[in-house]
């Protein structure tokens, strides 16, 4: 059971650049998501999905999109990087969303993080 | 909009001394917090949760506390550890996901 994996680790894009962030779960976690942390910025959301085939957005959207096509995955993509996004991405996944009233056991919202991903824009 | 915050971005404590991380917010409506820690160069980890229901919750060397009349939230861990150096956020739940505060660094020293 390896969790939450990320790929790469670390990246360097030049300014208009594409490139997709890959994030995978092995826990059959129905809710994932993405954040991007900041120096000094707490953890901001990006985008999230409740489900395969289902995908809404966070709180800093522009610039990212994101799909799920199966349980498992949850890609970022950059469609043209920009300087403003260089940060450190973090995928997440838990058992159930968020959203709604409360469900399962007391930990039931707990997220599970990857690595990261440390991408640089130049 | 609604924010977490925390009160002092850095806490320094002696080994074996007890630690309590605070944090405020602002939602009145949250039902739900979190306590992650984040060593360097890794993801956040989770550590203990609170509903709004409850004003304690213990689990092992940590304690969460929650003051609603106040909005106010606090980590507490016992016989503080090396081991225990890291960036702690607080989070609370808002509507349909998770908003994250900025964190306080927690070194401890010999």
């Known amino acids: 059971n390896a969790g939450v994996t990320q790929t790469p680790k670390f990246q360097v894009l030049k300014t208009g650049q594409s490139m997709t962030l890959q994030c995978a779960q092995d826990?059959?976690?129905?809710?994932m998501s993405w954040y991007r942390q900041d120096p000094g910025m707490g953890l901001r959301l990006i985008h999230y999905?409740?489900?395969?085939?289902?995908?809404d957005q966070g709180e800093v959207p522009n610039g990212y999109n994101v799909s799920r096509s199966t349980t498992e995955d949850f890609p970022l993509r950059l469609l043209s990087a920009a300087p403003s996004q260089t940060s450190v991405y973090f995928c997440?996944?838990?058992?159930?969303?968020?959203?709604?009233?409360?469900?399962?056991?007391?930990?039931?919202?707990?997220?599970?993080f990857g690595p990261g991903t440390r991408l640089t824009v130049t | 909009g609604e924010s977490v915050g925390l009160h002092l971005p850095t806490l320094s404590v002696q080994e074996g001394d007890n630690s309590i991380i605070n944090c405020a917010y602002s939602?009145?409506?949250?039902?739900?917090f979190i306590w992650y820690k984040q060593e360097s160069g890794k993801g956040p980890q989770f550590i203990i949760d609170?509903?709004?229901?409850?004003d304690k919750r213990q689990g092992q060397r940590v304690t969460v506390l929650l003051n609603k009349t106040v909005k106010h939230l606090s980590l507490q861990i016992a016989a503080t550890q090396p081991g225990d150096s890291a960036v702690y956020f607080c989070?609370?739940?808002?509507?349909?996901?998770?908003?994250f505060g900025t964190g306080t660094r927690l070194q401890v020293f010999p």
């Open positions: 997440a996944s838990s058992s159930t969303p968020a959203a709604g009233p409360f469900r399962g056991g007391p930990s039931s919202y707990e997220q599970y």
């Open positions: 826990m059959n976690h129905e809710y």
């Open positions: 999905s409740v489900g395969a085939g289902i995908t």
């Open positions: 939602n009145s409506a949250s039902d739900y």
């Open positions: 609170i509903r709004s229901n409850m």
């Open positions: 989070a609370e739940r808002d509507t349909d996901k998770l908003i």
